[in-house]
C-alpha cells in the first residue's frame, strides 16, 4: 500500500497539521485547485486524498499521477490516453488518467517534471476541459479537479522556465506547504500505531504498540525521509519483533538517526547540560554511541567521557569510565562483555557489532593510536 495512501486517514494532532485541516475544510467546497509542497515523503498524497474523501467528489475517482516516473512521451499517454498506432508499443487504445478521473480528483505529484509539450496539453485541458488522446482526433470532455504537488521550489522552477508561469498561476489556487516529520512529532505517534496495526495484520504477528522508550527515539530522529522513511523502519521492526511491543532492539537504524541529531547540538551545550542528556539515553543507546563515535564522528564526543559513568549490562555493577578516552571505554566495555557471555558471538550480538570488532576493540593498546 502506497505510504500516503495509508496516512490519508490519520487525523494527525500537531497544529501545522490542524491549520492544513481547517484550511481545506473552508475551500473544499469550491472547485478551486490545490497546490501542495513539501519535502519528498512528507505526506502530499495523503492530503491530497484527505481532500478527496472530505469534497463533494468523494463518491468519484481519485487518480494519482507521479510525473516524474514517466518519459515525456510515456506521460502523455499516462495523462490523455493514445489511440493504436500513436506511437510504437501503442497496440491499442488507452484511456488517459484525465479519462478515469472524470467528475473526481486527478492528484499531479512532482508537477514540475513534465515535459513542456505535456505542460502545454495540460493547460489546455485545465482551459477548455477539453482534450484529444495521443494520435487521435476525437474531442473529449471531462471533469477533473486537480491538485498539483511538488518537492521542488516551484517558483524557482518558474523563474528558471522550467514550467510555465501561466500554467504554474492556473494550479496555484490555494497552496498548502506541508513541514517535514521532523518539526512535527506530535505526529509520529499516531502514525506509528497506525503503521503497527497495519503490518501486523499483513506479517500476523500480535504487535499492539510500542514502548514509551522506543517512541521517543522515534519522535527524536531526523527522518530526512519523513512519513516514508517511518513507515519503511515500523515495517523492518514488525518482522523483527518478538513481542507484543515494539522496543529499542527491534529498530536498528534509528541510532545513526539519533546519533547525527545529538551530535549536531553537542558542541554548542555546556558540560552540565552535555552530562544531563547523557544519563537519560537508554543503555543500549549509550552503546550504539560508543560504537559509533570511532567510525562517524568522533571530534564532538572526545569530552564525553571525561567523568560520566556507564552501566554494562542492566543490574550489573557500573563501570568506571571517569578520564577514560573514546577508545578505552570500548575497550572496557568490550572485556567486560567478554567476560559476562558465554562466547564471543553472545558478547559481540549484545553490542550489536561482529566478532572481530569485539576483538579489535578488547585488544587496543595506547600504542594503537
Not at 80 to 87: L, P, Q, R, S, Y
Not at 132 to 151: C, F, M, P, S
Not at 288 to 295: D, Q
Not at 321 to 349: G, H, W
Request: charged share 25%; aromatic share 8%.
Amino acid at each position: 500500500m502506497n505510504t500516503n495512501q495509508q496516512s490519508a486517514f490519520i487525523q494527525l494532532p500537531s497544529a501545522p497539521m490542524e491549520a492544513i485541516y481547517n484550511t481545506i475544510q473552508q475551500v473544499v467546497k469550491s472547485n478551486i485547485p490545490f497546490f501542495i509542497t513539501g519535502e519528498t515523503g512528507v505526506g502530499k498524497e495523503g492530503i491530497a486524498r484527505y481532500i478527496h474523501e472530505t469534497s463533494p467528489r468523494t463518491d468519484k475517482p481519485f487518480i494519482a499521477i507521479n510525473c516524474g516516473r514517466f518519459s515525456a512521451e510515456l506521460l502523455q499517454s499516462e495523462l490523455f490516453g493514445h489511440e493504436a498506432g500513436a506511437f510504437t508499443s501503442a497496440i491499442r487504445q488507452r484511456r488517459g488518467a484525465f479519462e478515469a478521473a472524470d467528475g473526481g480528483i486527478l492528484f499531479l505529484d512532482e508537477v514540475p517534471e513534465m515535459s513542456l509539450d505535456a505542460q502545454k496539453m495540460l493547460l489546455r485541458v485545465l482551459d477548455t476541459a477539453t482534450f484529444t488522446r495521443l494520435g487521435g482526433n476525437e474531442v473529449l470532455t471531462v471533469d477533473v479537479h486537480i491538485i498539483a504537488a511538488t518537492n521542488r521550489d516551484i517558483v524557482k522552477a518558474v523563474t528558471n522556465r522550467e514550467f510555465r508561469e501561466d500554467l504554474y498561476y492556473r494550479l496555484k489556487g490555494m497552496m498548502l506547504h506541508l513541514p517535514p516529520l521532523r518539526e512535527r512529532a506530535e505526529d509520529i505517534g499516531p502514525l506509528v500505531e497506525a503503521f503497527i496495526n497495519e503490518f501486523s495484520a499483513e506479517y500476523g504477528k500480535n504487535v499492539t504498540g510500542i514502548t514509551a522508550e522506543a517512541l521517543k527515539q522515534l519522535e527524536q530522529a531526523a527522518w530526512p525521509g519523513n512519513i516514508r522513511q517511518l513507515r519503511s523502519t515500523i515495517q523492518t521492526a514488525v518482522a523483527l519483533a518478538t513481542t507484543d511491543e515494539l522496543e529499542l532492539k527491534d529498530f536498528p537504524d534509528i541510532y545513526p538517526e539519533f546519533i547525527q541529531t545529538l551530535i549536531s547540538i553537542w558542541q554548542t551545550l555546556p558540560s552540565e547540560t552535555q552530562l544531563a542528556i547523557w544519563e537519560t539515553l537508554p543503555l543500549e543507546l549509550q552503546h550504539a554511541i560508543m560504537h559509533e563515535v570511532s567510525t562517524r564522528a568522533p571530534e564532538p564526543w572526545r569530552s564525553l567521557p571525561t567523568s560520566y559513568t556507564s552501566k554494562t549490562r542492566e543490574g550489573d555493577e557500573h563501570l568506571d569510565i571517569k578520564n577514560m578516552n573514546q577508545n578505552q571505554i570500548l575497550r572496557a566495555v568490550a572485556q567486560k562483555r567478554i567476560e559476562q557471555y558465554a562466547s564471543l558471538r553472545e558478547a559481540a550480538e549484545s553490542l550489536d557489532i561482529d566478532i572481530r570488532t569485539l576483538q579489535k576493540y578488547a585488544q587496543w593498546k595506547e600504542s594503537n593510536r
